[in-house]
């Protein structure tokens, strides 16, 4: 598919939410985006413990993968190239986050997930660090759904989110993201996922891997959105009382996401 024809059309499609999330992320468009959280997202150890947990559950087949919000799809291109056969198609909200994909057999589709009908399935679906930009349960129910629409019988599902084991501290940091608008909205996920993934008709998920945890400051906070003293005392107050994902530091705060990788197959 044409990556030139196809982002004009859907584009027009975007949600609120979506365009709300993409103008916020300005700066980190195209080859920024894996420059970011100290290169979390294209990090040799943290791609390896993502493949390495998902290849014993796949079918030995040539698979059609659909990789949903994958930026370049640098994760999906190096899970096929280690499979050695099958097709990946991106979908992402970016343009400059595809187009930095230059693999001329990837079909990359730029959409938003809200709105996402490829009227056709694939084997294996995998998302990674994106739900939560869909900020509240009802919304995440919704994409899930769409998600589940788009996979095989008994395809499989591998999600790997950005999460916060305790739901109190994962309501607070969500909450501070939510209250400084020069931040993306976000729903962070807990401990609560199963009954998210339930009401979207899922079975319960099961865990089957982790990669290393993201630690990030007001610094890179600072530098993805601009935000000034004012955001930074926002914050503050909001994830005061947190403890284990969170710090109030002196100049500001600190946070700690965990990187679980969750697998379901569609029944």
Not at 87 to 112: A, F
Not at 135 to 145: M, N, R
Not at 212 to 238: C, F, N, P, W
Not at 249 to 266: A, C, D, M, Q, R
Request: aromatic share 10%; net charge positive.
């Amino acid at each position: 598919m044409d990556l030139m024809a196809t982002c004009p059309r859907l584009s027009k499609m975007f949600s609120k939410i979506a365009e709300f999330n993409l103008k916020r992320d300005k700066n980190v468009q195209g080859k920024r985006w894996l420059l970011t959280y100290g290169n979390w997202f294209s990090d040799k150890q943290n791609i390896k413990s993502f493949i390495n947990a998902v290849i014993p559950f796949l079918p030995k087949k040539e698979l059609d993968i659909l990789y949903v919000a994958s930026a370049s799809g640098l994760l999906g291109e190096n899970l096929l190239m280690t499979l050695g056969k099958g097709t990946l198609t991106l979908v992402d909200i970016s343009k400059e986050h595809l187009d930095e994909n230059d693999n001329p057999t990837t079909e990359k589709i730029c959409g938003d997930l809200l709105k996402m009908s490829l009227k056709r399935k694939f084997d294996l679906v995998i998302m990674r660090s994106s739900l939560d930009y869909f900020p509240s349960e009802d919304l995440q129910i919704k994409v899930l759904k769409i998600i589940k629409d788009h996979i095989k019988d008994n395809g499989i599902f591998v999600n790997q989110p950005a999460y916060i084991s305790d739901l109190k501290e994962r309501n607070s940091i969500s909450e501070a993201y939510n209250t400084v608008d020069k931040i993306g909205k976000r729903f962070f996920q807990s401990s609560d996922i199963s009954s998210i993934y339930a009401k979207a008709g899922f079975g319960t998920p099961q865990r089957i891997g982790e990669s290393k945890a993201m630690y990030l400051t007001e610094q890179d906070h600072t530098k993805r959105y601009g935000l000034d003293m004012s955001d930074i005392s926002v914050i503050q107050r909001i994830i005061k009382e947190a403890k284990h994902n969170t710090q109030v530091t002196s100049s500001g705060y600190s946070l700690k996401f965990e990187f679980p990788i969750f697998l379901v197959k569609n029944r």
